[in-house]
């Protein structure tokens, strides 16, 4: 099993989603994000005239806000110049389709339109989408799949979910075998 492991070159984006996500922000970003929120209380609290000492908590608040805002804002483009490139798609426009469409909107459409993420296939190398089963140049095995539908089935099932054709007959390739021990 750790055999397996630190012998695959997969990327680690596959592996644990969760804990890889977090690590996508680039250090750029967080800095980037420090500064507008500091920048925001700065506007709010230095720069902003305020003789009406009532107003005090309102400002407290907006400054909050706001810089809340402007810094999740420069998290998300951090996000998405290290998103695009693991999945081959053109960094210097999506950039700036997030930076020029206002109001968070060009993040939104980079979410709906990014392509899927590449993988490396382990025989030849080749830069692959990681939702291939196969590979298209080596026909190496990416994915479990079903022998009868050739559709993807967990590691773990003994029967295929959509023909129910049962998998122990299909000869895994050993490399998958190793992952459900
Ligand atoms: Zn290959
Ligand atoms: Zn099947």
Redesign the pocket.
Known sequence: MTQWLSSEPRQGANAAPGDDELRMIPRWSMLLALLLFAGMQYIFHGVMPHHKQEMLPLRLMMGYAWGTLVASYALLLGYVSRDVKRRGMSAGLWMLVCVVLPGGIGAVVYFMLRQPVLSRCPACAISISSTYHFCPQCQFQMAPV?G??H?GVKITDAF?T??G?DLAQDGAPARLRAYSD
């Open positions: 079903c009868e539908c559709r295929c959509l023909c054709h």
